[in-house]
C-alpha cells in the first residue's frame, strides 16, 4: 500500500467550476502537505503547502488538510482553462524526502 | 533568475548500458534531490545531496548512484540499464529542505527511454 494515496482520474469539469481534489495518507508521522501542479513535458510546481490539520488559502486555490482522518483536499474556485494540469498531493517524510500521491489528471472545459 | 537546469531532455539507451544525468540547481541552493516518475508508480525519491553528502536514498537498486560537486551540481548514474527503468527523471533543489518554507523547485527532467 502507497503511503498516500491518490485517485489518478482522470477528471474533467466546465470552466468555471469548483474542483476537489483529494488524497489520503497513511503516516502518522507526516507533518507537512504539499500540492504541486505539473503541466506536460513540465517539472512539478509547488502550488501549496500546509502544516499539520488546518486550512490555507492562496486566491482560488485553497488546502485543508485533516490530520484526524488523514484527509488532504485542493479546492480550485473559478477554475480555468489555464488551470488543466496533473496536480500531485504530497507529504514531506523526515527532512529531505517528499513522498507523492499518483497524481490527478484534471481538464478544465471551456 | 534562472531554474533548475537538467541535461540532456531526451536520452535513449540500449539494455545493459549506463547511462549519466546532470542537475544544475539554482544558484544558492545547496540540496539537490533526485525522482523518477513513471506512469505506473508516479513520482519516486532516488536520493538527496546536501554539500556533496549523500543525506537520504530510497529504495531503489544499487544500480542507482549519484554525488554532487563542490558547486553543488548533482550528477546520477544508472548502470546495466533495464527496461523499467524507462522513465522522467527529475531533479529538485532547495536551499536546505530542512526549512520547508523554501520549498523544492523542480526541473523539466530528462526523459531517459530503454530499448
Known amino acids: 500500500q502507497k503511503e498516500v494515496e491518490q485517485d489518478p482520474g482522470p477528471l474533467s469539469v466546465p470552466e468555471g467550476a469548483i474542483v476537489s481534489l483529494n488524497c489520503t495518507y497513511s503516516?502518522?508521522?507526516?507533518?507537512?502537505f504539499m500540492w504541486y501542479r505539473q503541466y506536460s513535458r513540465k517539472g512539478p510546481e509547488l502550488l501549496m503547502y500546509?502544516?499539520?490539520?488546518g486550512n490555507k488559502e492562496d486566491g482560488r486555490f485553497t488546502a485543508q488538510v485533516d490530520k484526524s482522518s488523514k484527509y488532504i483536499s485542493l479546492f480550485i474556485r473559478d477554475s480555468q482553462p489555464s488551470d488543466s494540469a496533473t496536480y500531485l498531493c504530497a507529504s514531506l517524510q523526515g527532512a529531505q524526502k517528499l513522498v507523492f500521491g499518483q497524481g490527478t489528471r484534471l481538464t478544465i472545459n471551456p | 533568475k534562472a531554474g533548475v537546469t537538467q541535461t540532456p531532455r531526451y536520452l535513449i539507451k540500449t539494455r545493459g548500458q549506463q547511462v549519466t544525468l546532470s542537475c544544475s540547481p539554482i544558484?544558492?541552493?545547496?540540496?539537490v534531490s533526485w525522482y523518477q516518475q513513471t506512469p505506473g508508480q508516479g513520482l519516486q525519491f532516488l536520493f538527496e545531496y546536501f554539500s556533496e553528502t549523500q543525506r537520504n536514498k530510497g529504495n531503489f537498486p544499487g544500480r542507482f548512484s549519484g554525488r554532487q560537486f563542490s558547486n553543488s551540481r548533482s550528477e546520477m548514474n544508472v548502470s546495466t540499464l533495464e527496461l523499467g527503468d524507462s522513465a522522467l527523471y527529475l531533479c529538485?533543489?532547495?536551499?536546505?529542505?530542512?526549512?520547508?518554507?523554501?520549498?523544492?523547485?523542480f526541473g523539466s527532467g530528462t526523459r531517459l527511454t530503454v530499448v
Open positions: 503516516n502518522s508521522a507526516f507533518q507537512y
Open positions: 500546509t502544516y499539520s490539520s
Open positions: 544558484s544558492g541552493h545547496r540540496s
Open positions: 529538485a533543489s532547495s536551499l536546505d529542505p530542512g526549512a520547508v518554507n523554501y520549498g523544492y523547485t
